[in-house]
C-alpha cells in the first residue's frame, strides 16, 4: 500500500502567489516524521523542511510552511510569494518510529513551474 | 554546511566497463545511503551504510557494489551494467544511523549515469 500519496498534475503558478502541494500519508505508528525536499532539473534533493507528529505548532522555514491536520493524516507544503528558482519537482516523505529505521517512503512528487 | 558532494557528474559507461562513484562528506554523519532515481519517479533506496558498515541493502543487484571507506567516503562500484541501470545516482548522508524521527537525510548532486 502506498505510504505517500501526492496526486496533484503539474501545477503552474504565477510568480509573487502562494502555492499549497498536497500530501497524504498513511500510517498506524503514532510516532513519525513528515518531510519536504525539492528537486530542481540540475537533480539535486534540497531538503525544504520537517515536521514531527507530535509537534503542536506547525512547523515553518522562511517561504515554507507544512498545514499539518494530523487527523486528516495530511502535511500540505504551504510556498508564499513563488519565485522563478522554485520551479520544481517537490517530494513529501515519512520516516516511520521503529529504531533502526533509516527509510524513507516517498510520494511520486508534485510538479510545479512558476512562471513569470 | 549540509553539502555532500558527488563525483563524477556524469557518466557514460559501456555494459563491459567497471566504474566508481564517489560520495564525500563532512558533516560527521554516520549515516550515508545510495539512491537510484529514474526520471519522474521519487528516489529508491539501494543501500545504507550506518558507522560504516552496510546496514541495508534493498535487493540490489551484485553489479552494484557499495563501499565505505571510511566515515566520509562511499564509493558504488559498477559492473556489467545493462542499459535499464542508467539513472540518476544520488547519495546522501545523515546524523543517526538510529533512525530518530527528525534526522534529516541530506542529498549530493547527484551522478547521471548513461549505460550503453
Given at each position: 500500500a502506498q505510504k505517500i500519496t501526492q496526486t496533484q498534475p503539474g501545477m503552474f503558478v504565477q510568480e509573487k502567489e502562494a502555492v499549497t502541494l498536497d500530501c497524504t500519508y498513511d500510517t498506524s505508528d503514532q510516532s513519525y516524521g513528515l518531510f519536504w525536499y525539492k528537486q530542481p532539473s540540475s537533480g539535486e534533493m534540497i531538503f525544504l523542511i520537517y515536521q514531527g507528529s507530535y509537534d503542536e505548532q506547525n512547523a515553518t522555514e522562511g517561504r515554507y510552511s507544512l498545514n499539518f491536520q494530523k487527523a486528516r493524516k495530511s502535511a500540505n507544503l504551504v510556498i508564499s510569494a513563488?519565485?522563478?528558482?522554485?520551479?520544481a519537482m517537490y517530494f513529501c516523505a515519512m520516516r516511520e518510529s521503529y529504531?533502526?529505521?533509516?527509510r524513507l517512503a516517498f510520494g511520486k512528487g508534485n510538479q510545479v513551474v512558476v512562471i513569470p | 554546511d549540509t553539502e555532500v558532494t558527488q563525483t563524477p557528474k556524469h557518466l557514460v559507461m559501456g555494459m563491459t566497463n567497471k566504474k566508481s562513484l564517489k560520495c564525500e562528506q563532512h558533516?560527521?554523519?554516520?549515516a550515508m545511503y545510495w539512491y537510484k532515481q529514474k526520471a519522474k519517479k521519487p528516489p529508491e533506496l539501494m543501500f545504507v551504510y550506518s558507522y560504516e558498515k552496510?546496514?541495508?541493502?534493498?535487493?540490489?543487484?551484485?553489479?552494484f557494489s557499495p563501499e565505505c571507506p571510511n566515515s566520509s567516503l562511499l564509493n558504488l562500484h559498477l559492473h556489467a551494467?545493462?542499459?535499464?541501470?542508467?539513472a540518476l545516482y544520488l547519495c546522501a548522508s545523515s546524523?543517526?544511523?538510529?533512525?530518530?524521527?527528525?534526522d534529516t537525510q541530506y542529498f549530493g548532486p547527484g551522478t547521471r549515469l548513461t549505460v550503453l
Amino acid at each position: 500500500a502506498q505510504k505517500i500519496t501526492q496526486t496533484q498534475p503539474g501545477m503552474f503558478v504565477q510568480e509573487k502567489e502562494a502555492v499549497t502541494l498536497d500530501c497524504t500519508y498513511d500510517t498506524s505508528d503514532q510516532s513519525y516524521g513528515l518531510f519536504w525536499y525539492k528537486q530542481p532539473s540540475s537533480g539535486e534533493m534540497i531538503f525544504l523542511i520537517y515536521q514531527g507528529s507530535y509537534d503542536e505548532q506547525n512547523a515553518t522555514e522562511g517561504r515554507y510552511s507544512l498545514n499539518f491536520q494530523k487527523a486528516r493524516k495530511s502535511a500540505n507544503l504551504v510556498i508564499s510569494a513563488s519565485q522563478l528558482g522554485d520551479s520544481a519537482m517537490y517530494f513529501c516523505a515519512m520516516r516511520e518510529s521503529y529504531y533502526g529505521n533509516n527509510r524513507l517512503a516517498f510520494g511520486k512528487g508534485n510538479q510545479v513551474v512558476v512562471i513569470p | 554546511d549540509t553539502e555532500v558532494t558527488q563525483t563524477p557528474k556524469h557518466l557514460v559507461m559501456g555494459m563491459t566497463n567497471k566504474k566508481s562513484l564517489k560520495c564525500e562528506q563532512h558533516m560527521g554523519h554516520r549515516a550515508m545511503y545510495w539512491y537510484k532515481q529514474k526520471a519522474k519517479k521519487p528516489p529508491e533506496l539501494m543501500f545504507v551504510y550506518s558507522y560504516e558498515k552496510l546496514s541495508i541493502n534493498e535487493s540490489v543487484p551484485s553489479r552494484f557494489s557499495p563501499e565505505c571507506p571510511n566515515s566520509s567516503l562511499l564509493n558504488l562500484h559498477l559492473h556489467a551494467l545493462q542499459p535499464e541501470d542508467s539513472a540518476l545516482y544520488l547519495c546522501a548522508s545523515s546524523q543517526d544511523p538510529s533512525g530518530s524521527l527528525s534526522d534529516t537525510q541530506y542529498f549530493g548532486p547527484g551522478t547521471r549515469l548513461t549505460v550503453l
